[in-house]
Nanobody, 121 residues
């Protein structure tokens, strides 16, 4: 199993910045990608940004140029720097990891508990 611990989030004014981080832990795990999704009540969870073990990144069109996803060298921590935030960015943000776990290796998707980001004046 992979445990994901998120930190950051909170309340910020429009135009402000906020950063999130997520640390993965577990035994016999090999993480191949980590990223962030967000969800607003009544809507589907959507991808915000993702980084793979090779450093390649993917962003939702709505956050390109404003958000930056990054990882540490060990590929067990992912960060999301969010700039020029707007009310439309208000959501619960979930950390996700795609990892091979166990013996034999089995691929799975793992999720954090979510952290609230609220953009409001």
């Amino acid at each position: 199993q992979v445990q994901l611990m998120e930190s950051g989030g909170g309340l910020v004014q429009p135009g402000g910045s906020l950063s999130l981080s997520c640390a993965a832990s577990g035994t016999r795990i090999r993480i191949i990608a980590m990223g962030w999704y967000r969800q607003v009540p009544g809507e589907q969870r959507e991808l915000v940004a993702q980084v793979n073990a090779g450093g390649g990144t993917t962003y939702a069109d709505s956050v390109k140029g404003r958000f930056t996803v990054s990882k540490n060298n060990a590929m067990d921590t992912v960060y999301l720097q969010m700039n020029r935030l707007g009310p439309e960015d208000t959501a619960v943000y979930y950390c996700q990891a795609i990892a091979y776990v166990g013996d034999p290796w089995r691929r799975g998707d793992y999720w954090g508990q979510g952290t609230q980001v609220t953009v409001s004046s």
